[in-house]
């Protein structure tokens, strides 16, 4: 079992939180600790020690200098555990959610950029999130620590083929949004949308891969209100598409109920 390690208390509260990884100890810097529990002020963080302490998992108490060795991070407020690799869902699971919001993660290639996108898409109400097989959770600690904690919430799985994964949802009648700046692509803010939904993004350097993009239903784009001869980084893109995109999916389960709109 690969072992890493994890900093910051919203990191290692939303592992434990979501059962995601084995936590095998917690770390806590013991200066900062004893300061914290002997003062009458950072109410904070003593809830933060409560709470880690209630979920039972041993704790190891370091020196400063050996905590920060172990850490690499000045911003991790004397607060670590030892992890275990992500766990994943299958396919099927992922799925089951009925009339799920999903997404497709295909090439982004940097695992911070990868940890911003998980905490944009959690926070804009996906589902589930479909991941090649290679991806970054193997970088645990960047991208926990800029997810802030959603990488370990959302729901995720990998595949080893992403087409043949964006063909069993075809299957099961889930609607395929490609995201793309081509002649095919509709204008995001002037497109509707059902559910069950998955919107596939690429990332900024091979963008969406062709077998995956020929399966897809329908190819919107953000409309910039001014010409650039650029495109948004990557994770800039999925914030604006998925926030959007939940925000119309949520009001269309208001208005009708159920939610199937129609489609692009």
């Not at 099927?92 to 009339?99: G, M, S």
């Not at 996906?126 to 620590?145: M, Q, S």
């Not at 509709?186 to 949308?193: I, K, N, T, V």
């Amino acid at each position: 079992m690969n072992k890493q390690t994890v900093s910051g208390f919203v990191s290692v509260k939303s592992i434990l939180t979501a059962g995601s990884r084995e936590v095998y100890r917690l770390f806590l810097e013991k200066e900062r600790y004893e300061m914290v529990s002997r003062s009458g002020f950072h109410a904070a963080e003593k809830r933060q020690y409560e709470w880690l302490h209630a979920a039972g998992i041993p704790v190891e108490y370091m020196e400063k200098d050996a905590f920060s060795a172990l850490v690499g991070s000045a911003t991790a407020g004397g607060i670590a555990a030892e992890v275990g690799e992500r766990r994943f869902a299958p396919l099927e699971t992922v799925l089951q959610k009925k009339n799920g919001y999903f997404t497709v993660l295909d090439g982004i290639e940097d695992p911070f950029n990868f940890g911003y996108a998980l905490r944009a898409l959690y926070a804009a109400g996906v589902d589930g999130v479909i991941l090649p097989e290679r991806n970054f959770f193997t970088a645990t600690e960047a991208v926990v620590r800029s997810s802030a904690g959603a990488s370990e919430l959302l729901s995720c799985c990998t595949v080893s083929d992403l087409r043949e994964a964006c063909q069993k949802m075809k299957e099961q009648d889930i609607f395929l949004v490609a995201t793309a700046k081509t002649e095919r692509a509709r204008d995001l803010y002037r497109s509707s949308f059902r559910r069950p939904l998955c919107v596939v993004y690429g990332g900024e350097k091979r963008g969406i891969s062709a077998g995956v993009m020929e399966l897809c239903d329908a190819v919107v784009k953000i409309k910039y209100p001014r010409a650039c001869h650029y495109s948004l980084p990557a994770c800039g893109a999925i914030s604006i598409i998925s926030f959007e995109i939940g925000r119309r999916l949520e009001s269309s389960g208001r208005h009708h109920g159920a939610a199937h709109s129609s489609g692009i």
